[in-house]
């Protein structure tokens, strides 16, 4: 399954790719229920309905389809970071985890649920801007190796700085 | 001097950065006035931008920002630009997480300090707090370094200086923190009728 995280116009980006359909094998989320409500930090998705949010919008599964053997991220550049959307994808996808702690390389870490396989993700991330500044890069590529050690010691993948998401990033 | 307590914690009440602010505001005391906003509630930035310094205060969200600072963040940045203010405030960040890391939420302050850039604000110092929702638990002897790292900080807030970010963590052993983070979700987990099995393999 690939999974395709963007923060674009759903109907361009469409156009962009018209041979990107949600299907068995791609799943795009966008904001296209309306307005992603945030997460509130009750920690629903873990100690009452574990792997799904209680805020009931059309995105409370994100724990379930925040998931795939590759993972693309196409996000506006904010501040060094995602944009408000797609942090939105992974705030309100915690419930993927458990709320236990583990040591992991010295750090502490969120315990992952069983993985029977040891299959991890290829996570490939895509910020998009005009003027990134050298501080932001620096603080977007230490949040993307971040991510990565909280998504599992296997997770591989790039980051990737582009201007163009529509002639930069190979889907 | 007026301080604006900038608070990025989604819960209504009873959140660590509520707890924090209230702290700040008593060690401020008569030094000056501090004034309280919500990030999920953007609004009254003639108000925000009156004050001489900003304090942004949040939990750590997945590695990163809460997503509705981000998008209080970019309003308050579209505000700023169409309504240039008087003066430029210090800005300050104070970030809290249950990891017992403080440094785990140094890329997070710097997003703060990305947008002091964008907005060309001074930027001055953040602090990360490790074991921050554990703190208000544990004896005094295991807070010594976060005590000092928040008394550090809020010295560089009160005088308008800056420094490199201050991280905390706790005086127990990471090993000894994890079987009492992990032995705190229990009663929560039984409150609801599940299990530890529950949790680790959820019904799809």
């Known amino acids: 399954m690939k999974v395709i995280v963007h923060d674009l116009d759903p109907e361009v980006f469409l156009k962009a790719f018209p041979g990107l359909k949600n299907s068995e094998d791609v799943r795009i989320i966008t904001e296209t229920h309306g307005t992603m409500k945030k997460c509130i930090g009750c920690f629903g998705c873990w100690v009452k309905t ?3 949010c209680i805020i009931q919008d059309g995105y409370n599964e994100m724990p379930t389809q925040f998931a795939g053997d590759e993972i693309f991220i196409i996000s506006r550049c904010v501040y ?7 942090k939105n994808v992974f705030d309100r996808s915690i419930g993927s985890g458990t709320p236990f702690f583990e040591i992991r390389n010295g ?7 069983e993985n029977k396989d040891n299959r991890f993700p290829i996570f490939n991330v895509y910020m998009y801007g005009d003027a990134i500044t050298d501080r932001e890069k620096e603080m977007m590529t230490g949040l993307y190796i971040a991510n990565k050690a909280n998504m599992g010691p296997g997770t591989t993948g790039e980051l990737h700085f582009i201007r163009d998401v529509y002639k930069e990033v190979p889907l | 001097m007026k301080f604006a307590m900038i608070m990025g914690s989604p819960k209504p009440k009873g959140s660590m950065s509520s707890r924090l602010i209230e702290e700040m ?23 925000v931008l009156s004050c001489d ?13 809460p997503s509705h600072v981000i998008a209080y963040l970019e309003q308050l940045d579209a505000f700023i630009k169409a309504h240039p203010p008087e003066k430029n405030p210090s800005v300050y960040a104070v970030c809290n997480l249950g990891f017992y890391e403080g440094y785990q939420t140094r890329w997070s302050l710097g997003r703060i300090q990305c947008w002091a850039e964008a907005v060309g604000f001074p930027w001055k110092v953040g602090i990360g707090l490790g074991a921050g929702p ?31 970010n201050i991280y905390t963590e706790p005086e127990i052993t990471k090993e000894m923190f994890v079987e009492m983070g992990n032995a705190n979700w229990i009663p929560s987990l039984e409150a609801n009728g599940l ?8 019904k799809k």
């Open chain 1, 107 to 113: 750090e502490l870490k969120h315990v992952g649920r």
């Open chain 2, 25 to 47: 505001t008593t060690a401020i005391g008569n030094s000056g006035k501090v004034l309280i906003f919500n990030a999920a509630k953007p609004e009254r930035f003639n108000e």
């Open chain 2, 134 to 164: 554990f703190l208000p638990h544990l004896p005094p002897v295991a807070r010594i370094k976060t005590d000092k790292g928040r008394e550090q900080f809020l010295m560089l807030l009160l005088s308008d200086a800056g420094g490199d």
């Open chain 1, 50 to 52: 574990p792997m799904h």
């Open chain 2, 53 to 65: 310094r900003l304090v942004f205060v949040y939990p750590l969200y997945f590695d990163s920002l």
């Open chain 2, 195 to 202: 299990t530890v099995d529950d949790v680790m393999h959820p």
């Open chain 1, 80 to 86: 060094g970071g995602y944009s408000r959307f797609v």
